[in-house]
Structures are given as C-alpha cells and as structure tokens.
C-alpha cells in the first residue's frame, strides 16, 4: 500500500540513467543512484508520482516522478526518475537533487506509440500542477528540506 508515506523526502546525487532518450523527447529525467532507491518503502507501488524537487538547495519547481523498475538491475530494482518541471538548459550530473513527493498519480502503462506516451505525460505534468497548489500541498514548496544544509536519507519526518 502507498498510502500514508507521504510526504516522502529524498535526497542524493543525480547519476546517469539509462539514455532512454527522454531528453530527446523534451521530458529529461534526473535518476537517484540505487541506494535513495532502496531507501523507498519496499511496498510503495510502481507508477507515476508528483510533488516538488529543487538542484542544489535552489528554486523549487513542480516535478512528477517515476517508480519503475530499473533494466540496469535486470528489474531487480526500482528506479526513480524525476522530471522537474523547469527548463535547465544545461546537464545536472553530479548535482545534488533533492525531492518531496506528495502523491500518485497512476500506475505505469505501456503504449502503442510514442505520441499517445508523451500525451499521457502531458496530462501527467498538468496533473502534478494542480495537485502541487492545492491547499495541503503547495505549503512544502517552502519546506526546510529544500534549504542548504538540511538533507534527509529518505523519509516522511521532515517538514
Ligand atoms: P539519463 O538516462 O542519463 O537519465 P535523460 O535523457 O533522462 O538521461 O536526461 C536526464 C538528464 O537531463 C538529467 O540527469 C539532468 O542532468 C538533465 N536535465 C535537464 N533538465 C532537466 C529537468 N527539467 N528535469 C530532469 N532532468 C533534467
Ligand atoms: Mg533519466
């Protein structure tokens, strides 16, 4: 069951995924390497996430997110992509990307083409925007978390 882990925090470096070519489709995913992944809850379930997520201690953007499984680990392991909802103009390797995810959105889904993905994305970005500024919500875009010095392994104590 996925409810009642969010707020979830996490933290780390931003490492090379496994060039799917989500770059080349305008939707860039930054990955966590594999122990932010093996932090999660183990029951949290695959699918489409949204919440909010800074590079670096700087601004907070929107973002949505997707728990897979990695092909890296032969699908042994889970895999965390996040898109942030900002344009960086430039590659983020290295950085230090922190997130709070806030909610589901969907499960994962395979489909016939391309256009009808990144549609399905499209609806996923316009989801997590509404569902950012709700009420309940839109308050953790000024969470402590974000700021310089505060970190989290992995979580849902830090506010
Ligand atoms: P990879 O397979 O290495 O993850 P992607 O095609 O998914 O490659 O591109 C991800 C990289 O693009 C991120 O690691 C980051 O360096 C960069 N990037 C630039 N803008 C964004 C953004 N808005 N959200 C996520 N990653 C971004
Ligand atoms: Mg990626």
């Known amino acids: 069951m996925t409810k009642g882990i969010f707020p979830y925090f996490a933290a780390g470096e931003i490492v090379k995924g496994f060039g799917r070519g989500s770059k ?39 973002m949505v997110m997707s728990i897979g499984w990695n092909p890296f680990f032969h699908n042994k392991e889970k895999s965390m992509e996040t898109h942030i909802l900002h344009d960086y103009n430039q590659d ?26 990144i549609n399905a994305i499209k609806d996923d970005i316009q989801q997590a925007k509404k569902l950012c500024n709700l009420p309940s919500n839109k308050g953790y875009i000024t969470s402590n978390f974000f700021k310089k010095g505060n970190s989290s392994d992995g979580g849902n104590s830090v506010i």
């Open 24 to 62: 080349d489709l305008g939707i860039p995913t930054a990955n966590f390497p594999l122990n932010v992944v093996q932090n999660l809850p183990p029951n949290i379930e695959t699918g489409i996430y949204y919440g909010f997520a800074n590079v670096d201690n700087g601004p907070v953007h929107e």
């Open 92 to 117: 983020l390797y290295g950085c230090i990307l922190k997130v709070c995810i806030l909610g589901y959105i969907r499960p994962e889904k395979n489909f016939d083409s391309l256009d009808l993905l």
